[in-house]
């Protein structure tokens, strides 16, 4: 969303969305269990992992059509098991070690219509930055459909690991339908909330609060279905107000407001 100055409507829906949940992927290599798939199922406890520490390791991604884009936000992981090179003093004093060598993060990004003829986004191929959180923007839009993040180096020699390779921007098709939800109290300060195949969403958000026109609380679930889904976050003998709403890469469709029983 877009905050300009100190003023801004916290209700107001935001100007681009999320185009790359559960969209095709491919890689140059992968390691066991750390599919390309990992990087776009918005999950931070996922994540994809090349084979090899190798330089020019690659993640691509395919939108599926040509879109509208603002925004590509690319999370790097930190894997347990990367057989990290770690510095000879940390491994050797015995106690704790702070490095203060410079550990770049350094990749290239590019973009494609048709997957053949590539142009490039953004260029670290000569950053001097760890960023592992890196937002590259674009407020005009670039119409893409591929996007191919090559990755030249990772702090201590590590295999790379993203655990998120976001696009955001504007799609072109239809809003999904409204979700028909369901949501009951167990226990006091707990409740379910069950969310049928709703055709077009990606995801829901679960919002609740004391009144009906309050409900400042949420819960995020990806999907386009949630059989049972258990929060737990209630103020015992606290009357509630629920509403589910579904979205996809196109918009937001608002549920009906409930009280919850």
Known sequence: MNVEGLAADPWKDPEWYLLSYGKKTAASSCAPGRESSCAVDENAQTWWKAGSAGEGQWLSLDLGEVMDVRAIQINFA???ENGIAWPEQAQNSGERYIDLTLQATRWLLEASVDGEAWTVVEDKRNAETDLSHDLVVRENGLKIRR??????QVPYGA????SGLRVFGRGSGEKPQAPKA????VGPMNFTVSIPQTPGAAGFNVLWGHRADKLYHSYLLMGSSVSEKNIGALVEDQEYYFRVDSFNENGITEGMVEKLS
């Open 78 to 80: 930190d894997d347990t």
């Open 147 to 152: 996007l191919r993040l090559t990755i030249f």
């Open 159 to 162: 295999a790379p690991c993203v």
């Open 182 to 185: 369901a949501a009951k109290r």
